[in-house]
C-alpha cells in the first residue's frame, strides 16, 4: 500500500509541474473601446526576451492584433524573417477569427511584414 502512495503522489507531482510549465494562456480580448491600445503582455515580455530583438510588443486594437519587432543590425534577414514566421505560427493558433499583422524592423527598414486575416 505504501509503494502504491509513493507512485501515487509522484504521479501526482509530476502532473503538477507539467501543469504549471505549460500554464493556461489566453489570448487578449479587445478593449470595448475601438481607440484603446490593449497589451498582450506575456506576448510582449516573450518577444523582449529573444536574443536578437533590441525591442518588440503585441498589442490588440479595433479587433486587430498588431506585432512588431525590432531586430538587432547583426541578424542575418533569413533568421528574422525565421522568428517572425514562428511568432505568426504561434499568435494565428491563440488568436483564431482575429487578423494578425507582424511587421519586423531592422536598420530603419521594414524586413517583414505578415498578415493573417480572420
Do not use: H, W
Amino acid at each position: 500500500m505504501k509503494s502504491f502512495l509513493k507512485k501515487l503522489t509522484l504521479i501526482m507531482v509530476c502532473v503538477s509541474m507539467f501543469v504549471s510549465l505549460t500554464g493556461c494562456y489566453t489570448a487578449v480580448k479587445p478593449d470595448k473601446d475601438p481607440k484603446k491600445l490593449v497589451q498582450d503582455v506575456k506576448r510582449t515580455s516573450q518577444i523582449k526576451k529573444e536574443k536578437d530583438l533590441i525591442d518588440g510588443q503585441v498589442y490588440m486594437k479595433n479587433d486587430v492584433l498588431t506585432a512588431t519587432m525590432v531586430f538587432k543590425d547583426n541578424v542575418s534577414e533569413k533568421d528574422a524573417k525565421e522568428l517572425v514566421n514562428k511568432y505568426a505560427e504561434a499568435l494565428k493558433k491563440e488568436y483564431k477569427g482575429t487578423k494578425i499583422n507582424i511587421q519586423a524592423v531592422q536598420k530603419n527598414k521594414n524586413i517583414a511584414n505578415v498578415v493573417i486575416p480572420k
